[in-house]
């Protein structure tokens, strides 16, 4: 079905392509006949200008220069018509046409060269989250998992932003967590940290114990940057790991300076009450970090949230903060799928369809 999906789509674009073709040539028949039935001292022959100028919105360089082409000569059929080829003003305005349209080509080579550069760009990034941050099953045990990213930059599908899920005999495990500073810059810092919870996760039960094996695995990372001339005193990353039981409706959490999770249930929305936040990873090396892990009710039919703070901290043009708990509890929350759809296209209309920072969000229901 994903095949012929896309196939019918880039048929549909090939037909509107050979359609809009059209249109500037449309407008040379229409300007070189109106101009040749007027009086020879009126003169729409610059008007033909138009017809390159508009094709390179839906067409390359070839066609570009093909329709400036016809311009050029439809321009001279008319100069032919009305005084002959010769005359000062016709040649003038055959020049300028001519300078015009090399002008309209030498762009379109420009901005095609740029779009596959950055097509190339999307592509490489694409296949670094694909990596770096392997989709979620949308099936953990008793769960069922959607998840959405979305990154502050344009020419990337990757930043600062991560999470990851690890499966175990009785439980399932989540990390999401937000490296300091946003798009390709923090994606070193995410792929040490999803490295080492992929591994780790199998090796602690307890969600503090795990935080705290990060920890450890994330300041080596950090000593080996530094040992290579990089300056990382100020690289941390917040983070929540969590334990999700298949045997009982709850969730245990250990809170390293990341908000919290919002529990979605038929009375509404509210973030879990932890108590016990930690320093984000990576600050140990400040004085002593006591994490704990703390349980939660976390029933049938509810859906627990996970965001990062590009989605809390997104400003409308008023500069107001994106009002999760109360936007969350008023939109469909029929499957974790349709929550999270929902949310992405309010957040973006909320900011007005550009993040400044990277959002990452995931939603969990038990069954």
Not at 173 to 189: F, H, Q
Request: hydrophobic share 45%; aromatic share 4%; with cysteine.
């Amino acid at each position: 079905m994903g095949v012929r999906r896309r196939a019918a789509g880039l048929l549909g674009e090939w037909r509107t392509g050979h359609l809009m073709v059209l249109l500037p040539l449309g407008l040379i028949v229409l300007i070189s006949a109106i101009d040749i039935s007027l009086s020879p001292n009126i003169h729409l022959g610059p008007l033909l200008v138009v017809a390159p100028a508009i094709t390179p919105s839906f067409a390359g360089t070839r066609l570009t220069a093909l329709v400036g082409a016809l311009a050029l000569i439809a321009q001279a059929v008319i100069a032919a018509l009305h005084g002959g080829l010769l005359t000062p003003n016709h040649q003038a305005q055959l020049a300028a046409l001519a300078v015009v349209t090399g002008v309209i080509v030498a762009y379109t080579r420009i901005h095609e060269r740029h779009g596959r550069e950055l097509d190339r760009v999307r592509t490489v990034s694409d296949a670094v989250q694909r990596v770096v941050m392997r989709p979620l099953p949308d099936r953990a045990g008793p769960l069922r998992i959607a998840t959405r990213y979305l990154a502050a930059d344009d020419e990337a599908n990757v930043g600062g932003d991560l999470y990851a899920a690890a499966r175990t005999p009785r439980a399932t495990r989540l990390l999401i967590g937000d490296v300091r500073g946003k798009g390709l810059a923090a994606v070193g810092d995410a792929a040490a940290l999803l490295g080492a919870f992929r591994e780790l996760a199998h090796q602690h039960e307890d969600p503090a114990a795990l935080a705290d094996a990060l920890e450890a695995s994330y300041r080596r990372h950090l000593a080996e940057l530094t040992a290579g001339g990089q300056d990382v005193q100020e690289n941390f990353t917040t983070a929540l790991v969590l334990d999700l039981p298949d045997d009982r409706p709850t969730v245990r959490v250990a809170d390293c300076g990341h908000p919290p999770p919002l529990l979605l249930t038929p009375a509404g929305a509210a973030p879990l009450p932890l108590r016990r936040a930690a320093p984000p990873l990576g600050m140990s090396a400040l004085g002593p970090v006591e994490r704990r892990t703390e349980e939660f009710d976390f029933p049938p039919g509810s859906i627990l949230l996970l965001h990062t703070d590009g989605v809390t901290e997104a400003r409308d043009t008023a500069g107001a903060f994106y009002p999760l708990p109360a936007r969350a509890a008023a939109l469909p929350a029929g499957t974790p799928g349709t929550l999270l759809d929902a949310l992405r296209d309010d957040l973006l209309a909320h900011v007005g369809g550009r993040l400044p920072d990277d959002a990452a969000m995931i939603a969990v229901a038990r069954e």
